[in-house]
C-alpha cells in the first residue's frame, strides 16, 4: 500500500458522509498516473501554489492601489487568509480540508491588476462579461506552464469558477451557481468572510473610515477586532450548518447573517465605492485601457511581454487576439502594469 492510499484510507474513516474523498474524485481532464505520496488534491495545491500565477498575487491590488504600508493586504495575503479560514471550517465540518484549501489558494488566479478597477476595464473594453473567477479557471487550464495548463482535478476547477458572487447572495438561489462539492461551497463563504473582516481592517488602517463609523451591530455581534469577527462567523457558521437531504446546509444565525449583510453594504457604500478608493480605480482603468488598445495594434511587443509572463503558448491555440490581449492584461501585476504603461506612453528624459 502507498503512502497516498494510506491517506485515502484514514479519510474514509473519518470524514463526514457530505465530504468529498480524494479517492473518488472525477479526476483530471487528462489522464496521469496517481503519486505514490501524495492524494489528488494534495498535488493540486502544490501545483497551484508553484504557479506563475500564484507568485503574481503578490504584486496585485486587493483593495488599496499600489499601498506604501507594509501591513496592508495584497491579492496574495487575501487568498492565504481564504485558504486558512476554508480550512478551519472543513477540518471542524469533517470534511476534505486538503480540497478546500486547494479551491481557496486557486480562486482568484485569473484576477487583474489593479483589483475590481482592472476588472471593470476589461468589461468596458474587451468583453461585457468578462470575471475574474472565468479566468481563474482559464489560468489553470490553459494559460499556465506555456500553454498546457496545471491539469487540475475537476473538483478543483469547479470550486474556482464557482467561488464568486459579486455583491449577490452568498448562497444564490440557483443551485447551478454553486459549486458540486461541500468544500466549494466553503470557500465561497470563506471568501467573503476573509474580505469583509480584513477590507475593514484595511480601511480603518487607511483613514478611508473611523471605527466608530462602522455599522453599531459590528462589534456588539461579531466584536471589535479583526481576529473576533471572524472567529464569530466562522464559529456561527459552523455550530448552525446542518445536513438536510443528503446535502449540507451552510447556515448561520439570523443575528449573525443580518449583521454581515449590513456589514458589507456598509463597506460597498463606504469603502469599495469611496471617492479615495474609486478615484484611484478611474486611472487603473484609464491604463489598462490604454495597454489594450496599444496590443491591439503591435502583434511583436505582445509576443514579447508573452514570452516574458512564460505564456507565449497561447499564441498556437488560435485564439482571437482581442483574447490573447485580455489575457496579457489581465495576467499583469499592478507594478508590472505600471512601468509598461511608462515605458510605453511616457517620454523619457534626456541627459
Not at 495575503?77 to 477540518?91: D, P, S, W
Not at 447572495?169 to 468572510?193: H, L
Amino acid at each position: 500500500m502507498s503512502i497516498r492510499e494510506v491517506f485515502e484510507n484514514r479519510e474514509k474513516k473519518f470524514m463526514a458522509p457530505l465530504g468529498c474523498l480524494s479517492s473518488e474524485s472525477f479526476g483530471r481532464e487528462r489522464h496521469e498516473e496517481p503519486c505514490p505520496i501524495r492524494t489528488v488534491f494534495q498535488v493540486d495545491i502544490v501545483r497551484i501554489v508553484y504557479s506563475n500565477a500564484f507568485r503574481r498575487l503578490k504584486h496585485k491590488t486587493q483593495v488599496f492601489l499600489a499601498p506604501l504600508g507594509d501591513d496592508y493586504r495584497t491579492r496574495l495575503t487575501h487568498t492565504l487568509e481564504v485558504a486558512q479560514m476554508a480550512k478551519t471550517i472543513a477540518r471542524a465540518m469533517f470534511l476534505n480540508e486538503d480540497l478546500a484549501e486547494a479551491i481557496a489558494l486557486g480562486h482568484d488566479l485569473g484576477h487583474t491588476p489593479f483589483g475590481h478597477s482592472g476588472e471593470t476595464a476589461l468589461k468596458e473594453i474587451y468583453l461585457e462579461n468578462f470575471a475574474h473567477n472565468e479566468q481563474s479557471l482559464r489560468v489553470v487550464e490553459m494559460l499556465e506552464k506555456n500553454g498546457m495548463g496545471l491539469n487540475l482535478t475537476h473538483e478543483v476547477r469547479d470550486g474556482i469558477l464557482k467561488h464568486s458572487k459579486g455583491y449577490g447572495k452568498i448562497i444564490p438561489d440557483n443551485p447551478d451557481e454553486m459549486p458540486q462539492t461541500t468544500e466549494g461551497k466553503i470557500v465561497r463563504i470563506a471568501d467573503i468572510i476573509a474580505y469583509l473582516n480584513h477590507d475593514l481592517d484595511d480601511a480603518i488602517r487607511s483613514g478611508v473610515i473611523k471605527k466608530k463609523d462602522m455599522p453599531p451591530s459590528c462589534a456588539r455581534v461579531l466584536g471589535r477586532t479583526h481576529w473576533q469577527r471572524a472567529t464569530t462567523m466562522i464559529k456561527d457558521l459552523v455550530f448552525h450548518s446542518k445536513a438536510n437531504d443528503n446535502e449540507l446546509e451552510l447556515l448561520m444565525s439570523d443575528e449573525v447573517n443580518e449583521t454581515m449583510i449590513s456589514l458589507r453594504k456598509f463597506m460597498y457604500d463606504n469603502v469599495y465605492r469611496s471617492y479615495r478608493v474609486h478615484n484611484e480605480f478611474v486611472k487603473a482603468k484609464k491604463i489598462l485601457s490604454e495597454l489594450y488598445s496599444f496590443f491591439l495594434d503591435n502583434d511583436n511587443e505582445v509576443k514579447k511581454q508573452l514570452v516574458n509572463l512564460e505564456m507565449n503558448g497561447i499564441l498556437y491555440k488560435n485564439e482571437p487576439k482581442e483574447r490573447i490581449v485580455c489575457d496579457l492584461i489581465a495576467s499583469m501585476t499592478d507594478r508590472y502594469a505600471l512601468a509598461l504603461y511608462e515605458k510605453i506612453f511616457l517620454p523619457l528624459p534626456l541627459i
